[in-house]
């Protein structure tokens, strides 16, 4: 136990880390090309928000939160996602009085105690973003089109887009009467799962992945088809938007999500390349959710990327990151004179904005030079009493094995150019 890490996590070690922090990168610029500032926000929040915000009857609330009582005894949850803590601190913050809409995004890591398996952790990472302010369908067309693009720029092509409307409160009612008067004569076939949402939850039996209830709704009613006009315009103006700009979409009438705060626009975009959990992205409109949660009537709408996931989409394809930039230099050394003089000229390189390492830990020149090729580095120089008192070293190029004698002086200037 003591040298493993708990189920359902996982490192990142620094042999990987270059694609995350590309990715990060990418995310970065992305926002800024569409206005989404960054916002950082607690590992945990008062339970009370995820029960109010995702849903009490969502599987998040009921079996997947990390909730413990604080040595306060509050009760306290890890984020199992971020749309929550976002619209909190949208609430705590007074940014409704800020220009809208406001446009948010963050990189967080969330927990869930989910079953284990290829794609599905405890702890994963998400990139999402949350705008608010916005109640008509330009917003879904450029968040949609803002995942588009970012799918584009790392040269993902197998991913698709999946929308749907699950309609507001007013068409949900009547679809859920039709629904379960659809379902009645079936409720001794559908899980125990699905016994339960039935009555406070009905739409999520749509969603259910097992054989015996995907029998039964492969004939309900479908919500998209019982949209009142309002649902039913805006899902109008959502795909004519999406056409305009030429993103190629499928309406998934089985889309409900697995969250309570949706409402009209759903969408997500699967991959076929990574196995049962295909879901890369998953979003939709909020716009009851920051009234739910104590603030004003304010419409809402967002996504997350699991990064995991993303990884493994582009991994899959054979997409290739960026190398990071190695070494510009090792300074290996000679004795106690030379290692002195190389602990300055590091110091000075590093000052100067080059990266350079030399040996720390009293190896032998031959085992120094091994580890200048293992750390990747540009050049190399060997120091000894010698090159001290004549101000004269042979500066290795390491990738082409050149040698040339050089002035120490001169170093700096040499590996700037
Ligand atoms: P979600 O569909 O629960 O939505 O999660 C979004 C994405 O996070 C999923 O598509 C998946 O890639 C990743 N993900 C979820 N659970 C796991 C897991 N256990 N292991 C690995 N990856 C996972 C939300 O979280 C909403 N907050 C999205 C949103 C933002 N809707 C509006 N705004």
Request: charged content about 25%.
């Amino acid at each position: 136990m003591l040298t493993q890490a708990p189920k359902g996590t996982k490192d990142i070690l620094p042999s990987e880390i270059h694609k995350w922090q590309y990715i990060e990168k990418e995310i970065a610029k992305l926002c800024h090309d569409f206005g989404y500032k960054e916002i950082r926000i607690p590992v945990f929040e008062h339970t009370e928000l995820f029960q109010r915000g995702v849903g009490d009857t969502t599987d998040i609330v009921q079996k997947e939160m990390y909730t413990f009582l604080d040595k306060g005894q509050r009760s306290i949850t890890l984020r199992p996602e971020g749309t929550a803590g976002v619209v909190r601190s949208y609430i705590e913050n007074g940014m409704a009085s800020h220009p809208q809409p406001v446009k948010l995004y963050y990189n967080i890591t969330a927990y869930r105690y989910e079953n284990v398996q290829k794609g599905r952790y405890r702890e994963f990472h998400q990139f999402g973003v949350e705008a608010f302010g916005a109640a008509g369908p330009s917003i879904d067309v450029e968040i949609i089109s803002m995942l588009r693009l970012f799918f584009d720029r790392l040269g993902i092509n197998q991913v698709s887009l999946n929308i749907n409307s699950i309609g507001c409160p007013v068409c949900r009612a009547e679809y859920n009467k039709k629904l379960k008067d659809y379902l009645s004569p079936n409720l001794d076939k559908l899980c125990e799962t699905c016994n339960t949402r039935f009555e406070r939850n009905p739409l999520r039996i749509i969603d259910c992945k097992e054989e015996a209830c995907k029998k039964i709704t492969a004939g309900a009613p479908a919500l998209i088809e019982n949209l009142c006009g309002e649902c039913h315009s805006h899902f109008e103006g959502l795909k004519a938007g999406l056409e305009n700009l030429g993103i190629d979409y499928t309406v998934d009438k089985n889309i409900v999500r697995g969250l309570d705060y949706y409402t009209k626009t759903v969408f997500e975009f699967v991959s076929s390349n990574i196995g049962a959990q295909g879901t890369v992205c998953g979003g939709g409109r909020y716009d009851g959710l920051i009234e739910a949660c104590g603030g004003k009537p304010t419409p809402g709408i967002g996504f997350a990327i699991g990064l995991e996931r993303l990884l493994m989409v582009m991994e899959n394809q054979g997409i290739t990151f960026p190398e990071p930039k190695g070494l510009d230099i090792f300074i290996a050394t000679i004795g106690e004179k030379a290692d002195r003089y190389a602990e300055k000229m590091v110091y000075q390189l590093r000052k100067e904005g080059l990266s350079a390492q030399k040996d720390l830990i009293g190896k032998s020149v031959k085992a120094q030079m091994k580890y200048a090729d293992k750390l990747g580095a540009k050049y190399s120089i060997v120091l000894g009493d010698d090159e001290i008192d004549s101000g004269k070293a042979v500066l290795k190029n390491m990738e082409t094995g050149d040698q040339k004698e050089i002035s120490l002086d001169t170093l700096i200037c040499r590996l700037k150019m």
